[in-house]
């Protein structure tokens, strides 16, 4: 499997410099981060080319799957109960515009995503059995009974369709991205506040947005510094009332980019984040293991261990941190 990093620039720490001196060199390094961050249009994908990505994408969260099926953690339902209601359980997969070496895969995640999810169930997994009842360009909703309960995952993307990019302009296709990308982001801001669980899967982009549009290194540098696109991440974060109990950030060193923000903004959440630069493969793999730790309700051990990569394992990469 080809390694892909959603850090969203190079990995090395990021001072606090001038916005003066970042514009000075965003020029220098901005091109030889281009294939990390992403720097306009992108490869139109052949469907062979398309078919054989989300062979890949599947078989990798189908090997996760077979992980924790074989090795099912203990259940401690009363660490859950912050999630407890008589309304269905809402959950929402936001995948960020992933982009590398001039392709997006953010749509090939999230459709292997949903195929994972409706499979038939191994062993006691409860990230299984889904059915399809709502899809359309960006969003697919998937809703399944659990302990009495209904569950509903819905998985956004970010992307748009090669199929529909492929007959347009350059223009065009930039213009209908731009609005897609918009409606993604109001999207994810109105879920901080209905969702009961928010997962975001994609580039961390230095911390200074949630990536769900393209974007040059310059302009990562920028907000990097500036952080004005997070702004409305953490206004929604502060709003009450709010049904939101976890989020996830299955992104290059989410921990240190968001932690602190984040649990300023809502002492009470409980973040999952990333404490170092992550690959897409492991990084889609814990977003399943977290998954299933939840709809599981597993105990603290188990709810880490099923977050563990079954490829690349690395029991510090992520962890769940509980709110106040």
Same mark, same amino acid.
């Given at each position: 499997m080809t390694s892909r990093r959603r850090s969203g620039l190079a990995t090395s720490v990021w001072p606090s410099v001038m916005i003066g001196t970042i514009l000075a060199v965003a020029s220098t390094i901005g091109g030889a981060y281009a294939g990390v961050v992403g720097s306009g249009p992108y490869t139109h994908l052949r469907p062979s080319s398309q078919s054989a990505m989300l062979a890949e994408a599947i078989e990798n969260l189908e090997t996760q799957a077979e992980k924790i099926a074989a090795r099912p953690g203990a259940s401690c339902p009363q660490d859950f109960s912050a999630l407890e209601s008589s309304r269905p359980l809402r959950i929402s997969m936001f995948y960020g515009y992933d982009d590398h070496g001039g392709?997006?895969?953010?749509?090939? @995640?999230?459709?292997?995503?949903?195929?994972?999810?409706t499979s038939k169930c191994l062993?006691?997994?409860s990230t299984c059995g889904f059915s399809l009842v709502a899809r359309s360009q960006s969003a697919t909703t998937l809703v399944r009974g659990l302990a009495g309960r209904r569950v509903e995952v819905n998985l956004f993307t970010s992307s748009l369709a090669d199929e529909v990019s492929r007959n347009m302009s350059l223009v065009a296709a930039y213009r209908q991205q731009e609005k897609l990308s918009r409606a993604v982001k109001a999207r994810f801001y109105?879920?901080?506040?209905?969702?009961?669980v928010?997962?975001?899967?994609?580039?961390?982009?230095?911390?200074?947005?949630?990536?769900?549009?393209a974007q040059t290194g310059v302009t990562t540098?920028? @907000?990097?510094?500036?952080?004005?696109?997070?702004l409305p991440v953490l206004e929604a974060l502060r709003r009450r009332p709010t049904k939101l109990k976890i989020i996830g950030m299955f992104s290059c060193q989410s921990k240190r980019y968001f932690h602190q923000d984040f649990e300023g903004a809502n002492p009470s959440l409980s973040l999952?984040?990333?404490?170092?630069?992550? @690959?897409?493969?492991?990084?889609?793999?814990?977003s399943l293991g977290a998954l299933e730790a939840v709809l599981s309700k597993n105990c603290g051990h188990a709810f880490h261990e099923s977050m563990s990569s079954?490829?690349?394992?690395?029991p510090e990469m992520t962890y769940l941190f509980r709110g106040r």
């Open positions: 392709k997006v895969y953010d749509r090939v @995640n999230a459709d292997a995503m949903s195929h994972v999810l062993g006691q997994l109105r879920e901080l506040l209905e969702s009961d928010v997962f975001y899967m994609g580039h961390s982009r230095l911390g200074g947005s949630i990536g769900f549009d540098l920028v @907000n990097a510094v500036l952080r004005r696109p997070m999952i984040l990333t404490t170092g630069e992550i @690959n897409y493969g492991p990084a889609e793999q814990a079954a490829d690349e394992p690395d």
